[in-house]
């Protein structure tokens, strides 16, 4: 059974007038998401199996492609559904390997038992670790096996706490396997449950995504154009105090440096409120802006501002080095693994990293982290000195390139199938 009182805060929060933020347009999908499943299964669904994949939002429906990917190729008959709960997924170019994707079911007894019944999947994988009671409660009420791939917890997450850990416990105890990124999320992972889960270390699968994926240069023609004659830093999933100290650092970095340039990659697609702030601030520190949506660019920026979705990946290729948003924030910090495979060298915030691929970079000078006191000149600091020394520059990010490893996704599929039958 869920946590006690679950089932009533699940029920209400899924009835709460709709307003248009991010958990607005979560509710209102979930809603619909019935419907649609329903409606898909009586269309779609065959008699072979199917594999339910459950991702929170976009990185960890990325972590979960290359898994989707072999298992396809192990057993074509499998038909694969993925789930989420962001909105930010609607807008993502792609399928990530699925043959449907779309929002997860309101977490609530009739709405998950009714999609789960046409769904009919002979397994439930969780990517990463979103684990939804009602979700896994009506898997356990069906036999159905659970596993859960790419596994990471926090250090500070609430659930190693108490009285969390013991009212979440019977949750994590259910699942039968667990695929955990490091040894040390492999130990939480023990901990949040009762020992009955089978957890091997296998890496994280989403660098097998990064790694094998092919970047799509041709749409950053104008970008790459205009870094031409400049050493770029892309600051990637920025939010506004990272912006803000980028900012102000690219116009120390200039006085040095006339060459470089800045292409900021916001968290959030911003619109025009976004772009003008980001354009004011720009102006304080004497640095011009483009806001860039695919066309060309005017020569004499300074800073580009990009403002699609689903391009990240491609965009750090244009650069010399990285900036990694959300470190501004304990446990926000964003991946660091998708401008490492280009072999660059990264600046994120002042807040300790909590994740595996991360820390690692730093330990191995392929990143700095930036102080608490002071980032802006911090930045500049980290910034000229890899704008000056190209050997050191390109040492750094061979480094952090080489920490990046296949066969997560082999392993994990190696351990589903068995579960699957």
Known sequence: MPVPGYRLAAWLTNRLPLGSGPLAQSIAGRREAVARWLNWASRQRTDGPLVWVHAASVGESLAAEPIVTRLRAAIP????????????????????????????????????GAVMEALRPSLLLFSRGDLWPELVNQALKRGLP????????????????????????????????????????????LRLGTGHTEVTITGDPRHDQIIERLPNLEPLAPLLAWGRERIVLVAGSTHE?????????????????????????????????????????????????????GGSIEPDSLCVVVSMLGILADVYACGDLAYVGGGFRPGRLHSTAEPAVYGIPLIVGPERPETADAALLLEMGAAVSLPDESPVDGCAEAWLRWVRDERLRVTAGLAGRSQLKQSASRATVSALLPLIG
Do not use: K, N
């Open 241 to 293: 105090q990272d912006e803000a100290v980028l900012l102000q650092a690219l116009a120390l970095v200039r006085e040095a440096v006339p060459s470089s340039g800045l292409v900021l990659v916001p968290h959030d697609p911003p619109g025009p409120p976004r772009v003008d702030s980001i354009s004011q601030q720009a102006r304080r520190s004497g640095v011009t802006v483009s806001h860039w949506t």
């Open 77 to 112: 008959a499998f038909q694969i559904v993925l789930t989420h709960s962001s909105p930010s997924v609607v807008a993502w170019p792609g399928s990530f390997g699925a043959d449907a994707v779309g929002f997860v079911p309101p977490d609530e007894p009739d709405t998950i």
């Open 146 to 189: 659970m596993a859960v791939s790419g596994a990471t917890v926090r250090p500070s997450s609430m659930r190693l706490r108490q009285p969390m850990r013991t009212l979440l416990r019977h949750l994590y105890d259910s699942i039968s396997w667990v695929g955990a990124v490091s040894q040390q999320d492999g130990d939480r992972w």
